[in-house]
């Protein structure tokens, strides 16, 4: 009997060591253990250093490049890739959205000691201004209507004198040409704005509206040319600082217009190697830095009858014709996972073979018919299932998840980010 409990003892101490040996590699890129889960991103921090540098390469060292990690690097994980990559590489500016970007961009560029530019690219609120001045981040501003840029300005003046020193707010001039959101219409109303105490202008920007359309269409050139039109017309009218920097171009400007360039350009999917276009990118040298999406087999159940319902509302059937095996995966449509994907004769790889998703997807659970199985090939709990990625000669493309769920891969990448654990490889 003791003999007996000695030996379950010992067995239960292994399965404590192994599993804490899986948790330990289970970390984040703030080497925090994270929550074991069944689904999860992988992050390729080399795949981002590629991109970098594929851009850098294709603008040349006359050029500044901005990288845009809005919305948590576009779903990836500032933290995954700030430190290791954009400030490592050539960026001269990260541009974010929100303060919780830039409490996680500011101090990392401080601590590199590097001359690197911050630039919020949406309107900031006052409540964000306050909290970057306290804070000393020195982001640079977005101004877009003389009313805005006399709001910060008049927080600038106040917060200057509670905090007893001079806050001076660096700031972009954003001039209309064809967005239609948050930018100057009116070339009196800049001067005005450009009058204002506690600015200083260090930047003048628009943003393209149809840069990203395909060139066959005979729109996307001809527009983003009058869009540049417009912007130079306003430019000329400005009595600008001297070094000021003119940005207009986004990644897919810069890479199929070299003529709008200008001083520096702002990249976003584009180095996160969403393209899929060989306008932007024909010798296919971007890297998908979410490099697969990933769930875990659960259950297996075998020998299930012929014609058996499978899953909410009975949408679809098991085979008329023989018995068959399923693989539930833990993943759903909370999670990013089509609802009716087998509708869309969505497929996931196991053990380096394709298998069809059968009935209808629900919150959490994902059911897989693994009936014809090929060659040598066992399924087995545990198994993992690329939901999106490259598994031996199998691949799944984000073009073709994303187009499951009605989403350009811009949207679809960044509902997976945001809804899934995230791992660095």
Known sequence: M??????TALSLLS???????NVEQMKDSSDKVISITPNFIEIDVEAYKNN???VKKMIGNDVKLCAVMKADAYGHGIKNLISTTVISSAVDCIAGVDNSEFEIIAPAIIESGRDIAMLRI??????ELVQSINNGWKVQEVIGSYEQAKMISDTAVEMSKILGKKIIIDVSINIETAMGRMAFRDVNDIKKAMGLPNLKIVGVMTHFAKDEDDDEDGVSKPAT??????????VDQLDLPKNVVQHVANGAAASKYPWTRKDMVRVGSLIYGEDVNDSLDPKHELKPVMKSYRSEIAIIERNIPPHTPINYDAEEYTRDNQVSTTATLRVGYSYGYPKKAYKEKAEVIINGHKYPIIGKSSMNMVVVDITDKPKNGIVNIGDQAIIVGKQGDE????KHFAEMNDMSITEQILNIGNLNKKLVV
Request: net charge neutral; charged share 20%; hydrophobic share 50%.
């Open 2 to 7: 003791e003999k007996s409990l000695l030996v």
């Open 15 to 21: 399965i404590v060591f192994v599993f804490a040996e």
């Open 395 to 398: 691949y799944i493309t984000w």
């Open 122 to 127: 949406a309107p900031v609120t006052k409540s």
């Open 225 to 234: 040319r009058k869009q540049l039109d417009i912007y130079e017309q306003i």
């Open 52 to 54: 970098l540098n594929f």
